[in-house]
């Protein structure tokens, strides 16, 4: 069974850092490349970032750019979310997400990142 | 960048067939993936690749794609249909996933 598990999120203030977690099971971690996906309260799903399965290609949305760094540690099958110089508007649920092809088949339950003073 | 356009609510009666849009530019050239969202819960698969279903997903549940408009269709509503409703295609140009702004389903 896929088992994608966040953890690492909290209360931070403005211009703080957070780093996020998400451990894999279930599936041949290496293989896949995989995503970060945050939804802010009350608002729709938004792309944050994608890491290819090598760590070759690594894409981040406009938002987060320079700020956010994606990465992965396959013998350890997990995923990371460095998050610095963070901002309001960047609190939201953090879902890590696996996709096959371009669709996302396995979601995390997700982590709540808070950044308020 | 690549936009997407949802209606921001559809309101259907039980038993009646809701149809849900997703708007972009040329998207009947893209592959488009649609996902049902509850209240407190990760998003779920519900189409790919414009209208196959991942298994466990009911065959009420479909999706078309052609020119500027893809379309969910839920048919036979039913009250545990209700939720929010993403698109969302990959966006070839610029390497970014995009998502629509989703769609909240109401049942009457």
């Known amino acids: 069974e896929v088992q994608l598990v966040e953890s690492g999120g909290g209360l931070v203030k403005p211009g703080g850092s957070l780093r996020l977690s998400c451990a894999a099971s279930?599936?041949?971690?290496?293989?896949?490349?995989m995503n970060w996906v945050r939804q802010a309260p009350g608002k729709g799903l938004e792309w944050v970032s994608s890491?290819?399965?090598?760590?070759?290609?690594?894409y981040y949305a406009d938002s987060v750019r320079g700020r956010f760094t994606i990465s992965r540690d396959n013998a350890k099958n997990s995923l990371y979310l460095q998050m610095n110089s963070l901002r309001p508007e960047d609190t939201a649920v953090y879902y890590c997400a696996r996709p096959t092809d371009s669709r996302y088949d396995f979601w995390g339950q997700g982590t709540q990142v808070t950044v308020s003073s | 960048s690549y936009v997407l356009t949802q209606p921001p609510s559809v309101s259907v009666a039980p038993g009646q067939t809701a149809r849900i849009t997703c708007g972009g530019n040329d998207i009947g050239s893209k592959s488009v993936h649609w996902y049902q969202q509850k209240p407190g819960q990760a998003p779920v698969l519900v189409v790919y690749?414009?209208?196959d279903r991942p298994s466990g997903i009911p065959e009420r549940l479909s999706g078309s794609n052609s020119g500027k408009t893809a379309t969910l269709t839920i048919s036979r509503v039913e009250a545990g249909d209700e939720a929010d409703y993403y698109c969302?295609?990959?966006?070839?140009?610029?390497?970014?996933?995009?998502f629509g702004g989703g769609t909240k389903l109401t049942v009457l």
């Open positions: 690749d414009d209208s």
């Open positions: 279930g599936f041949t971690f290496s293989s896949y490349s």
């Open positions: 969302q295609v990959w966006d070839s140009s610029s390497d970014h996933v995009v």
């Open positions: 890491i290819s399965s090598g760590t070759s290609y690594i």
